[in-house]
């Protein structure tokens, strides 16, 4: 089992910043992918970015390319999204995910980001 827990969204201006975080817990293997995915209100999940434990590599939606940036700490066990230039359209609930070699997918609870003025 592994337990995925998001932290960090809140509400904040157009152009403004945040940071969310996904602590990760249990059978965390270095092989696993991490990313974060968003549902808008009355939309389906998108796919934000993504990394991997071992290697950093990292990608992400054209929407946020230059804008977003995901970070590990795997001393930590610990995945981050670092926003900046926030849009409204980047209002949603953000959630960790990451998938096992079994095929597993596991989801935190989400956290909230609101872009508004």
């Known amino acids: 089992q592994v337990q995925l827990v998001e932290s960090g969204g809140g509400l904040v201006q157009p152009g403004g910043s945040l940071r969310l975080s996904c602590a990760a817990s249990g059978r965390i293997s270095s092989s696993d992918p991490m990313s974060w995915i968003r549902q808008a209100p009355g939309k389906g999940r998108e796919f934000v970015a993504g990394?991997?434990?071992?290697?950093?590599?990292?990608n992400y939606a054209a929407s946020v390319k230059g804008r977003f940036t995901i970070s590990s700490d795997n001393a930590k066990n610990t995945v981050y999204l670092q926003m900046n230039n926030l849009k409204p359209e980047d209002t949603a609930v953000y959630y960790c995910?990451?998938?096992?070699?079994?095929?597993?997918?596991?989801w935190g609870k989400g956290t909230l980001v609101t872009v508004s003025s």
């Open positions: 990394i991997s434990w071992s290697g950093g590599s990292t």
């Open positions: 995910h990451t998938r096992s070699s079994y095929g597993v997918d596991y």
